[in-house]
């Protein structure tokens, strides 16, 4: 992962903005915002596929980020909005939060908090972010989302998915219609990113063999799910990569 918010005292911008940010309960229904008389995400039955949600997904280096920027661009030519936003990440609070899971400077969280925090800050993206922008018609490009908390707390540190299913139904309730997997071998993608990053971050910091449970992770899953899943060779050159994606988005779109 990179990106390390800087973690520590809030920032005025930050304060400022949640100030003015009015108690969810007492706010009227915003357009966009989830109906406040709909029941709870976690009341709801399963994890609901929307088909103007695309995530991007892989290990360390495999060229998210970068494949991300070009996609962006592919589907703004359609007119449509698009929404380009990341995990850990997408709102200031849960920016925090992922300020918070990558620095290296405190004590390491323990597994299960490591996985409950990156669900605090997914549900905070997806209540603020995710479903109001889904909500007034626009595409929403996520740089990771929930498979990276099966790939990474679950094959990664080995917490039980059953677990992160639940997490996933009660507090998310919502899943991408596309995911695309940038699939690259563990060594070669963590080469990248030491030519990127002059600190890893905490997550960056863990040894191969996490990574290649996390790149198996992704693999099983992507094969148990072919219908939302398309995995792509990640150790072609970033044009090869981004244009794979491109053409593998516009084929998804055309037989939904
Ligand atoms: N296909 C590619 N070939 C070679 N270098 C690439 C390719 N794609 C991305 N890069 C470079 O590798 C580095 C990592 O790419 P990027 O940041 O897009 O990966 P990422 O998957 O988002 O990584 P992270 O998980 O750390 O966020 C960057 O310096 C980027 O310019
Ligand atoms: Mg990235």
């Not at 406040?36 to 039955?45: E, V």
């Not at 390491?108 to 209540?127: G, K, N, T």
Request: glycine content about 10%; some cysteine.
């Amino acid at each position: 992962m990179s990106g390390t918010g800087s973690p520590g005292k809030p920032t005025d911008a930050v304060r400022g903005e949640a100030a003015q940010v009015p108690d969810a309960r007492h706010r009227p229904a915003a357009a966009g915002h989830p109906d406040p008389r709909q029941p709870p995400i976690g009341q709801r039955p399963g994890v609901t596929p929307h088909p103007r949600f695309v995530s991007l997904e892989g290990g360390e280096g495999a060229g998210k980020t970068t494949v991300l920027n070009a996609l962006r661009e592919a589907l703004r030519e359609g007119g449509d909005e698009v929404v380009a936003t990341r995990e850990p990440g997408g709102t200031p609070l849960a920016e925090r939060i992922r300020g918070l899971l990558l620095d290296p400077a405190h004590e390491a969280p323990s597994a299960e908090a490591e996985l409950l925090l990156m669900f605090a800050a997914r549900a905070q993206h997806v209540h603020e972010t995710i479903a109001p922008a889904l909500a007034r018609g626009a595409w929403v490009l996520c740089d990771r989302f929930t498979d990276s908390s099966y790939a990474y707390q679950g094959g990664g540190r080995g917490l039980d998915a059953a677990w992160i299913a639940e997490l996933e139904r009660r507090v998310v309730g919502l899943q991408p219609g596309l995911t695309l997997l940038l699939d690259i071998d563990v060594a070669r993608g963590r080469e990248r990113t030491r030519g990127r990053d002059l600190v890893p971050d905490r997550i960056e910091s863990e040894r191969d063999e996490f990574f290649e449970r996390v790149r198996a992770t992704y693999r099983a899953r992507a094969a148990a799910e072919p219908g939302r899943f398309r995995v792509i060779d990640a150790s072609q050159a970033a044009a090869e990569v981004a244009a794979e994606a491109v053409r593998q988005w516009r084929a998804w779109r055309e037989q939904a």
